[in-house]
T-cell receptor, first 106, second 114 residues
Framework: KNEVEQSPQNLTAQEGEFITINCSYS?????LHWLQQHPGGGIVSLFM???GKKKHGRLIATINIQEKHSSLHITASHPRDSAVYIC????????FGEGTQLTVNP | GAGVSQSPSNKVTEKGKDVELRCDPI?????LYWYRQSLGQGLEFLIY????????KSGLPSDRFSAERTGGSVSTLTIQRTQQEDSAVYLC????????????FGEGSRLTVL
């Protein structure tokens, strides 16, 4: 079992839909990161969380430390949100999930 | 520089040759990570440097891989006697230190071994 598991692996949505990507982890962490990777592009950090909830524009990230679970939500999704979303946890090292490929169709 | 800088951006080499990949982290960042990403795959941890501590080399796939970080800043990942399975994008990331700060990634070095 991977230390960081994401679901779903692939997600296709219509423009405007509300999207949720989930991340569960099994190790002790100091922080959880949500990252975005566009095709052929670099990786950018969206959020770093150690508790509670954060919001940037249409993106919301939540974490439940007791349940070892985090979610990334995208409200009013848009085709430009199409990317791979990666969950990573930092404990003794950084451990990455396998990523969720999101495709938002117009 | 303003961000994490990696070079070369692309490297094509013949099987059996040695290659060096360079990462210049954000100034002041003590934590530096090397990962690789094969086509269509997730990120695979290679090595982690934290300040002057001994690096965590547990992700290096074989003894053909080595990395060093000079003066707590620039890091070089060396792959000796390259094999075709070494073909991947090699990514470097840095953050303020192990427990703090956002992650900043370089654009990666795409290695192709023919």
């Amino acid at each position: 079992k991977n230390e960081v598991e994401q679901s779903p692996q692939n997600l296709t949505a219509q423009e405007g839909e509300f999207i949720t990507i989930n991340c569960s982890y099994s190790v002790g962490i100091s922080a959880l990161h949500w990252l975005q990777q566009h095709p052929g592009g670099g990786i950018v950090s969206l959020f770093m969380l150690s508790s509670g909830k954060k919001k940037h524009g249409r993106l919301i990230a939540t974490i439940n430390i007791q349940e070892k679970h985090s979610s990334l939500h995208i409200t009013a999704s848009h085709p430009r949100d199409s990317a791979v979303y990666i969950c990573a946890v930092s404990g003794s090292r950084l451990t990455f999930g396998e990523g969720t490929q999101l495709t938002v169709n117009p | 520089g303003a961000g994490v800088s990696q070079s070369p951006s692309n490297k094509v080499t013949e099987k059996g040759k040695d290659v060096e990949l360079r990462c210049d982290p954000i100034s002041g960042h003590t934590a530096l990570y090397w990962y690789r990403q094969s086509l269509g795959q997730g990120l695979e941890f290679l090595i982690y440097f934290q300040g002057n501590s001994a690096p965590d080399k547990s992700g290096l796939p074989s003894d053909r891989f080595s990395a060093e970080r000079t003066g707590g800043s620039v890091s070089t990942l060396t792959i000796q006697r390259t094999q075709q399975e070494d073909s991947a994008v090699y990514l470097c990331a840095s953050r303020v230190d192990r427990g703090r700060g956002e992650l900043f990634f370089g654009e990666g070095s795409r290695l192709t071994v023919l």
